[in-house]
């Protein structure tokens, strides 16, 4: 890397980047039949055809890595004010329950299929864990854990977006021919679908009290990402292979950052601190437009030569994972 490319003006030119791209990333979503993709879906596709089209900008690369590392690991703690602990304290003891089986069956399900299929394990884990969780923030939250190449996270978030998206617009069409009331189609969608917005798409037509319950039984997936999170560190460090590894396992500073954001918006903020609903709105939008200029430096890393190979089979079985998850979910509601 030349001195000029980690220079500051370099350094911030790279950050700007990042969120110019997520800026146009914004406008692609605005465009009718883009919406449903979203903003983020749709700044990783910009983002990938960039850098087929003109290379990757090496002088810029030091302010896409912290636009990359960094400033993702601030989407996740920022995310953490999404989380109300109290809400699912009072209210949604009984879909952690559901929640955990959903979890367990999305990751175990694509698990199976890549050993048998021989596809890509980071990817398809990572699938796994988006499907089982809460999409591309779950996979941002794993992939440092387990130390997944900026290209295979980048291509997990893309198709975890497109695969949400798909399935969410499916669920607003199968929806009348379901003999489910608008209070079960929530939770069943809620347990079931990939990301939070995806979530709030399907089940908004159904009317507020589907979309309640839906966010509500969503949120218990968001609130089990911490511990999957400590467990996962913790099989990395003793199980590996079934032997102990010497391989150091970074422990994920974030997420007591996380944990702590859950835990201000749950119990201060609001209640014993006063904080007008605009500035939290806008703390939302802010945290949506930092893990999508995050996510265009990780689709600035992205090779199509090697999409293909890579992603083709992982792409296969999570569509049958989300298939059968959706089957399981619908029986367990």
């Known amino acids: 890397m030349t001195n000029n490319a980690k220079s500051f003006p370099y350094w911030l030119a790279g950050i700007a980047f990042t969120f110019f791209i997520a ?22 596709i910009i983002a990938v055809l960039y850098r087929q089209l003109f290379g990757y900008p ?9 636009s990359t590392k960094k400033l993702l690991r ?22 952690l329950l559901r929640d955990a089986i959903v979890i367990a069956f999305a990751i175990g399900l694509m698990m199976l299929l890549a050993k048998a299929w ?20 779950a996979i941002a939250a794993v992939a440092p854990i387990i130390k997944t190449k900026e290209e295979d996270t980048a291509i997990s978030v893309g198709i975890i977006a497109l695969m949400g998206t798909i399935f969410a617009i499916g669920y607003t069409l199968i929806k009348p021919l379901l003999p489910l009331t608008a209070i079960d189609y929530g939770i069943w969608s809620g347990i079931s679908l990939h990301e ?15 979309l309640a319950m839906a966010l509500l039984a969503k949120l218990g997936r968001v609130f ?37 954001m859950s835990m201000l918006g ?36 992205v090779s199509l030569r090697d999409l293909r190979t890579k992603a083709l089979k992982p ?19």
């Open 74 to 95: 601030f989407a996740i703690i920022l995310y953490g004010l999404k989380l109300n602990i109290n809400t699912i304290f009072q209210d949604g003891i009984g879909l």
């Open 315 to 333: 792409f296969i079985a999570i569509g049958i994972t989300s298939i059968c998850l959706s089957i399981v979910a619908y029986f367990i509601i």
């Open 196 to 210: 939070l917005a995806h979530v709030a798409i399907a089940a908004e037509p159904a009317g507020e009290e589907a």
């Open 224 to 260: 089990l990402l911490v511990p999957f999170c400590f467990l996962l560190i913790y099989f990395l460090k003793f199980k590996r292979n079934g032997e102990r590894t010497r391989e150091k396992i970074e422990f994920p500073w974030f997420l007591l950052g996380f944990i702590l």
């Open 266 to 301: 749950s119990y201060v903020l609001g209640s014993i601190f006063p904080v007008p609903v605009k500035l939290l709105e806008g703390v939302s939008t802010a945290t949506t437009w930092i893990l999508t200029a995050a996510m265009v430096g990780l689709g600035l890393n």
């Open 58 to 66: 090496e002088i810029l690369r030091a302010g896409i890595t912290f």
């Open 118 to 137: 021989k596809a890509d394990q980071n990817i398809s884990f990572l699938l796994g864990v988006g499907t089982g969780i809460c999409g591309a923030a």
């Open 23 to 44: 800026l146009l990333g914004y406008l692609l979503a605005l465009v009718p039949g883009f919406k449903p993709v979203g903003q983020l879906a749709c700044a990783i």
